[in-house]
């Protein structure tokens, strides 16, 4: 992580599915500004919490833990890097991009998304939001590939005002 967007977007990351907030822990090391975990789950919220009060790790930054529903989560307009471990199903994830393109016509930016186990993904961002697949790789399990993406506000914007 430390070699790719990180470098050089050092606004806010925004953890999806954020489970226990052990990526959001470690993201905070990175030298965000803030992390933003976000987690459906009242039992994984909880954990999370949790983990956060008794962890070794010294974040460097602000970590904001929010229970809610990702697809009706609006996007911060300083959201730089979004990180989804597992993503959701098909209408899930085409909200959640639908939320990254209102914030991009509000402010436009590059956006990173990174993504674990990313096959629908990929294609969606592709589609939705005009990105590009900066790199694939296979994990262990060949069918289940890691992905990082960059949205372009050029690509996209350019690309929804030629829809409209």
């Known amino acids: 992580m430390r070699r790719g967007p990180v470098r050089q977007l050092h606004r806010a990351c925004r953890r999806h599915g954020c489970g226990r907030g052990r990526v959001a822990l470690v993201a ?11 987690e459906i789950s009242e039992v994984l919220h909880r954990d999370a919490h949790e983990n956060l009060r008794v962890t070794n790790i010294h974040p460097r930054c ?4 929010m229970r809610t529903d990702a697809a009706r989560f609006d ?4 959201a730089t890097v979004m990180y989804l471990y597992k993503p959701f199903g098909a209408t899930t994830t085409e909200k959640v991009f639908q939320r990254i393109g209102e914030s991009m016509h509000r402010r436009p930016r590059e956006i ?30 060949p069918t289940i590939p890691w992905a990082g ?5 050029y690509q996209y914007l350019l690309g929804t005002s030629a829809e409209q």
């Open 149 to 153: 993406l960059r949205v372009s506000p």
């Open 62 to 65: 602000n970590i904001e833990l």
């Open 28 to 38: 905070s090391t990175y030298g965000f500004r803030r992390v933003i975990g976000i």
């Open 112 to 141: 990173w998304i990174l993504a674990y186990n990313a096959s629908l993904l990929i294609e969606r961002a592709c589609t939705v939001l005009r990105a590009e697949l900066v790199r694939r790789r296979n994990t262990i399990y």
């Open 75 to 78: 996007i911060p307009d300083d």
